[in-house]
């Protein structure tokens, strides 16, 4: 077990060498404040307004839920996950994950980051028994909907075959998202006329994983499905990666979730106890946050080399968007992929407006060799046997390298995030560092990291819209 590591070296260069001194105070008061988070939980006492939603549980989960399964075992939270996960993987080939938001993009990225790029093309066997997966209900988009009910309910000759059959589980704290619960309703019809509406399968392959109370919960206890997971109380959908919501169906992609949990806790003791210049959270919002009041850069380009980082990019899209983007603050955020993206951003990046603090996310090692083979010279007419025995990882390196001195050339600021290998522990660690690093920001900026209020305002006019709608059709 390697621990990532956070290098700003580059991005430094920009600030006075005591850079860090005029901050630090303020960072351990945040830091502290959110130590203080966490204690106003526990006591069970109601948070002061201004902190209202206080959603600190995620912070920690990881070593609740770790502690939980070392002394319960299968009846633990993480124990009965498993079983459930292994039990239906073993019935059906076909699983859908229906959410949005905080409820989809963490199990979105680690399936993109650790399975197969083209995991449904294999056969049942090179998935080793895992389900072709799907997901549904982050959209409204009828032509996306119709193809995958067009896959889904396709006839067959024999049902009880796991080749023939598929379930889906549906991610919702309050089952009140609209894109989430029109795509559950249309599923759960499929589902009905595919099984036929009396079978006991309905409530074994479908599996709800909500909030303590709201439409969702009402429904499962109403339908009287099998197995029901709980999204804990302050946790909100950014920040629940590590509950049910992306624990359920990473033990779906066959994933290692107690490695993913225990890299979340190393990464939260590494916060609370290094210092300064060793804690890849305090450093990562240090520089952040300097170079956005000292130099004006509020463009934070998550630039990740490879394209299975992608989705982790977009998750964290989403995390700094919903946080810190309020009171008409907060830093943009924008996910590149290279070397694809220096052939359409790289240029912008290069010789831009100088708003952008780039941080590569690099793996260092990979098991993937691939290597460039020789020609004979009278065919080497792409000219490229001076590359022969040169993996793709070892070119990788070089546009890293050569991207990163480039940038640095013109006095670009660039921070490198490494993650030693990219496996379960790697990313529990990541996911946690960032999480960890938002809410810190927040506190550092006097901004309330949770809750996300400016995204109920498009819900609200929708509804409206359609209620609209419905009235002007009832009118003579």
């Given at each position: 077990m390697y621990p990532i590591l956070y290098n700003p070296a580059s991005a430094l260069q920009l600030l006075p060498e005591d850079r860090f001194?005029?901050?630090?105070?303020?960072?351990?008061?945040?830091?502290?404040?959110?130590?203080?988070?966490?204690q106003i939980l526990k006591s069970g006492s109601t948070a002061p307004e201004p902190k209202q939603p206080l959603d600190a549980g995620f912070i920690e989960l990881p070593r609740k839920l770790l502690s939980e399964f070392d002394n319960d075992r299968e009846t633990s939270l993480l124990g009965r996950i498993q079983s459930k996960a292994e039990s239906l993987r073993d019935e059906i080939d076909r699983f859908v994950i229906l959410g949005i938001g905080g409820s989809y993009m963490g199990a979105r990225a680690l399936f993109e980051a650790l399975c197969h790029p083209y995991h449904n093309e294999l056969d049942r066997n090179a998935r080793n028994e895992v389900p072709k997966i799907y997901f549904e209900g982050n959209n409204l988009d009828d032509r996306s909907m119709t193809a995958l009910l067009e896959l889904l309910t396709a006839k067959t000759s024999d049902r009880s075959s796991p080749d023939d059959r598929w379930g889906m589980t549906v991610i919702s704290k309050s089952g009140g998202t609209i894109e989430t619960a029109v795509a559950f309703r249309i599923l759960r019809e499929a589902m009905a006329d595919y099984y036929g509406a009396d079978s006991a399968d309905l409530r074994k392959l479908i599996v709800p994983i909500t909030g303590p109370s709201g439409k969702l919960r009402t429904l499962s206890e109403c339908v009287g499905y099998e197995d029901l997971f709980e999204i804990p109380d302050h946790v909100g959908g950014r920040f629940s990666i590590f509950t049910p919501v992306g624990l359920f169906p990473a033990a779906m992609f066959g994933l290692n979730v107690e490695k993913l949990l225990t890299g979340a806790q190393e990464m939260t003791e590494r916060f609370f106890n290094a210092p300064m210049g060793e804690n890849p959270v305090v450093d990562y919002v240090a520089t952040c946050h300097l170079l956005e009041e000292k130099c004006s850069i509020d463009i934070r380009v998550l630039s990740t080399w490879g394209t299975k980082l992608e989705s982790v990019g977009f998750w964290y899209d989403q995390l700094l968007s919903e946080s810190l983007g309020k009171q008409e603050r907060g830093a943009m955020p924008v996910t590149v992929v290279n070397t694809r993206d220096l052939h359409s951003r790289g240029q912008q990046h290069q010789q831009g407006k100088r708003d952008k603090l780039i941080t590569n996310l690099i793996v260092e090692?990979?098991?993937?060799?691939?290597?460039?083979?020789n020609r004979s010279a009278d065919t080497d007419i792409d000219e490229l046997n001076w590359l022969a025995g040169r993996t793709v990882h070892d070119l990788q390196k070089a546009a890293i390298a050569g991207t990163n001195r480039a940038y640095r050339e013109d006095t670009r600021p660039i921070a490198d995030i490494r993650l030693p290998k990219l496996n379960e522990h790697a990313l529990g660690q990541f996911f946690q560092m960032m999480m960890l690093a938002t809410v810190l920001e927040g506190r550092l900026l006097g901004i309330n990291p949770y809750g996300q209020p400016g995204v109920e305002a498009y819900k609200h006019n929708m509804i409206e819209e359609l209620q609209q709608t419905e009235k002007k059709k009832g009118q003579p």
């Open positions: 001194r005029e901050i630090e105070t303020d960072l351990n008061a945040a830091r502290d404040e959110m130590r203080k988070d966490i090692e990979t098991s993937e060799k691939i290597a460039i083979p």
